[in-house]
């Protein structure tokens, strides 16, 4: 690669053009992304609209300048900067502006020092900062890109390489500082898309402008799985109100002055620009008085008031395409935190709390069904008790609804496995009731009551121990009972002993426990999972 | 004149094989580090899942250049003047990109190529390629074997037993099948090639169940034309699966592979993929 010492203006403005280019590639992708701070799926849209601007003012410029091109690129982001990211994105650009003031070309450690400038106008606009969010990722770009200009100053190739390094880096490490990421099991999109900015800026440096006609930017992915769907959110019903944005345009306009002023109407504030021109952001319940105040500033233009609950619905929407890319959603009922996590894990839309001690009503399920993302469901009760008001749900919904009738929670998990994303509803029955009878469930819990069955003379609170919903063996402690079950069985071609213990039991027992079956059995993979429900100590899952 | 038939190293198909059968294969690059190999010229499987497996870093990969198939291209046509050339998944990689750029750079007239992007990947490609190849003997003239391949491409079926999908994931070639990570029991995926990108099947919890879903897998067909069995560090499994199937279906053909080095870099170790060609 030849290196590139200084660029122009003209570089400066079709390299933005490119990566403008390439970020409406993703863009519908970033939108699928967005869940903090309002998960509207609008991200992508608004950083791609608010580049457009960018662009189109950059050729307006009135000299082939550096300085002038950035100018007019700052200029026309502010003009038409839209959302959250947008209005980021306007004061990264701006940052850059003020650093290229007065130069016709610049070079690598001007970009350094500009990117510099970005990060801290980035972080200048908003009245309170949140990390994990593309604020990061302009930071984590501009710290890396300084530290390199030390070993590789003069290319701006390399330096825009250690850019998108950082940028991919940081990006992937969003969902570690941002909770509501981590439970969508997605990372940050506004970061995301200043990912693709720059990965496009670099691709044009390195004259891959034909490549990229037939590529398409790639979407960092997290391997952290959603434990939480968005419908759940939706549950909640907070209310969101409206993301109200305008230009204000006036004379001795004080940013400062209006921020600390706004700050108590609302939410994500975000006022940006300079003296005879302010963008202003912010999601209020009140959008009225926010207007009301501005017009007394200014004249206001380009105002937008949209109304985050109606766009949160078209979000859930959007969800439908994404995830797992299963048209068929699945409804489980399982109780304790440690299971629903493992349930949801493996692809369930919805769960339904309720299992032994509490079984939940039809209603319960028939709301589950209904707030599921698909016409399809398939229910698993994981009870015997909850089967037949599982059966009853069909008649109650337009929807079409499949029980596979699972009656322990190993039984919820092998049929879950086992469901095939390319065969249809009718042959997903059938393997997964296949899936079902094929694995054996250990239920082990405390007797409620002193009883006398058979030949088993039973204690009250002493361990006991089901097979399969059958009574089998009682004992002194719970590792006992487990021991004389496993004996009785035919252990031959078992492979995967998964044992997952109750919220009343220590993990250091629960490995005790394990320890001990695998030095028994040293031919099986022994997996021990906090399922965290209540009522059972150990529910073992024998396939 | 016969036709010549090109494909990439992502076909799976071995220099040996590709020599007996004469087929042009045209390496990518698998790169630990600063340097690259040129999958299985420069770099043998063995030693590939050696270094992969106890290697410090994980390795990346590269496709050919535009010259790479301008030189065989140029080669080729001393001596034939139909191409056609079959390629990896244009969602995977970049190859058949490379393979249309040499095309463009090729003289009017000097040759007529073909250039087909498989959407498939490993033997789902392979055993296309040696079926066109078959065909070109045969005296089937370019239109012809682009034609067949086109009929045939829908009808190569790839099941891939995954033992890790970190591999997949850290490469960026996850597709569809990102719905599969993360789940907090230890799963085995069963992933295919759908639309030219990978896309779960199912899940399993042991090897031995994964088998089982790749033998029970060739039941879903009426009529098999031949099958692929390959592995990446695991040839006794692999073996222990062909064995298994030449008992059911004794007279169909059942090729044997081992994943490339450039596709072991996605598809990691203790990985096994079925290929059943579907007869017309």
């Not at chain 1, 701070?37 to 082939?64: K, W």
């Amino acid at each position: 690669m030849k290196p590139i010492n200084s660029i122009g203006g003209q570089e400066l403005r079709e390299m933005f053009g490119a990566a403008t280019g390439w970020l409406e590639k993703s863009s519908a992708d970033i939108d699928a992304l967005n869940v903090f701070p309002v998960p509207d799926g609008d991200t992508g849209t608004n950083m791609l609209l608010t580049m457009r601007s960018t662009i189109e003012e950059a050729y307006r410029a009135p000299d082939r300048s550096a300085s002038a091109v950035a100018y007019a690129m700052a200029h026309g982001a502010l003009m038409g900067a839209r959302g959250n990211s947008g209005v980021i994105l306007s004061q990264i650009l701006r940052g850059l502006a003020q650093k290229l003031a007065d130069k016709e070309t610049f070079t690598a450690a001007d970009l350094a020092s500009a990117l510099k400038e970005s990060s801290a106008m980035a972080y200048r606009g908003i009245s309170n900062p949140v990390e994990g969010t593309m604020l990061t990722v302009i930071k984590d770009v501009a710290a890396a890109v300084e530290a390199a200009m030390a070993n590789n100053g003069k290319d701006l190739v390399a330096v825009m390489e250690t850019a998108v390094n950082a940028a991919t880096e940081s990006v992937a490490n969003t969902p570690n500082l941002l909770n509501v990421l981590r439970e969508a099991g997605v990372v940050d999109a506004g970061g995301q898309g200043l990912q693709t900015i720059l990965d496009g800026a670099l691709r044009y440096l390195r004259g891959e402008m034909e490549q990229m006609r037939f590529r398409k930017p790639q979407i960092i992915v997290t391997d952290m799985h959603a434990t939480k769907q968005p419908q759940m959110l939706a549950a909640d019903e907070i209310p969101y109100g409206y993301c109200t944005e305008f230009l204000l345009k006036g004379e001795k306009l004080e940013t400062d002055k209006i921020r600390k002023k706004l700050e108590k109407k609302g939410e994500s504030l975000i006022v940006v620009g300079d003296d005879s021109a302010a963008r202003i952001h912010i999601h209020t319940l009140d959008p009225g008085s926010v207007i009301e105040y501005a017009t007394g500033l200014g004249t206001i233009h380009q105002v937008s008031i949209r109304n985050m609950d109606e766009q949160h619905q078209d979000f859930l929407e959007m969800q439908k395409d994404k995830g797992l890319a299963m048209d068929t959603a699945i409804v489980a009922v399982v109780s304790g935190e440690g299971l629903s996590d493992v349930f949801t894990s493996l692809g369930v839309t919805v769960i339904v709390p309720g299992g032994q001690t509490m079984n939940p009503s039809t209603k319960d399920l028939l709301q589950a069904v209904e707030q599921a993302a698909s016409d399809k469901v398939i229910i698993l009760p994981n009870n015997k008790n909850i089967v037949a008001t599982a059966n009853q749900v069909q008649s109650l919904t337009e929807k079409k609804i499949e029980v596979v009738p699972t009656t322990t929670i190993p039984q919820g998990v092998a049929a879950l496995l086992a469901f095939d994303y390319e065969a249809n509803l009718e042959s997903n029955i059938q393997i997964m009731t296949r899936a079902m009878a094929a694995v054996k469930t250990i239920e082990i819990c405390r007797a409620v009551r002193s009883v006398k069955l058979g030949d088993l003379k039973i204690k009250k609170k002493q361990p006991i121990g089901f097979l399969d919903g059958t009574l089998l063996a009682a004992g002194a402690d719970c590792l006992e009972v487990l021991n004389k079950m496993l004996s009785e069985l035919e252990l031959g071609k078992v492979e995967v002993i998964t044992i997952y213990y109750g919220a009343d039991t220590k993990s250091a027992e629960a490995e005790q426990v394990a320890s001990n079956i695998r030095s028994q059995y040293p031919q099986l993979q022994i997996e021990v999972v906090r399922g965290g429900q209540p009522h059972y100590n150990y529910i073992v899952s024998i396939e | 004149m016969a036709v010549e038939i090109v494909t990439d190293s992502l076909s799976d198909i071995t220099p040996e094989f590709a020599k007996e059968l004469g087929i042009t294969v045209v390496p990518l690059y698998v790169r630990f580090g600063e340097e690259a190999y040129r999958d299985r010229v420069e770099m043998s499987t063995d030693e590939f899942y050696h270094r992969l497996i106890n290697g410090p870093n994980l390795p990346t990969t590269t496709q050919p250049s535009p010259g790479d198939f301008l030189d065989v291209f140029k080669k080729l046509a001393k001596k034939t003047d139909e191409i056609l050339v079959v390629t990896v998944s244009g969602m995977l990689s970049g190859t058949y990109q490379s393979a249309m750029q040499a095309k463009n750079m090729m003289e009017e007239g000097e040759c007529r190529i073909e250039v087909i992007d498989s959407r498939k990947v490993a033997m789902s490609l392979g055993l296309i390629v040696i079926k066109a190849t078959e065909a070109a003997r045969t005296g089937a003239n370019l239109d012809e074997l682009a034609d067949l391949v086109r009929r045939a491409l829908p009808r190569s079926n790839l099941v891939v037993y995954f033992d890790t999908l970190k591999y997949l994931a850290k490469g960026g070639r996850i597709g569809k099948a990102q719905g599969l990570l993360g789940a907090m029991l230890s799963i085995k995926p069963i992933l295919t090639i759908k639309d030219g990108e990978m896309a779960p099947l199912t899940r399993v919890r042991s090897p031995a169940a994964g088998l089982d879903y790749l033998y029970n897998f060739v039941s879903g067909f009426a009529k098999i034309e031949s099958m692929a069995v390959e592995h990446s560090t695991v040839p006794d499994e692999a073996d222990g699966l062909v064995e298994r199937l030449s008992k059911i279906l004794p007279k169909e053909r059942i090729y044997r592979a081992v994943v490339s080095p450039v596709l072991g870099t996605y598809a990691g170790p203790y990985a096994i993929a079925l290929t059943v060609l579907e007869a017309e």
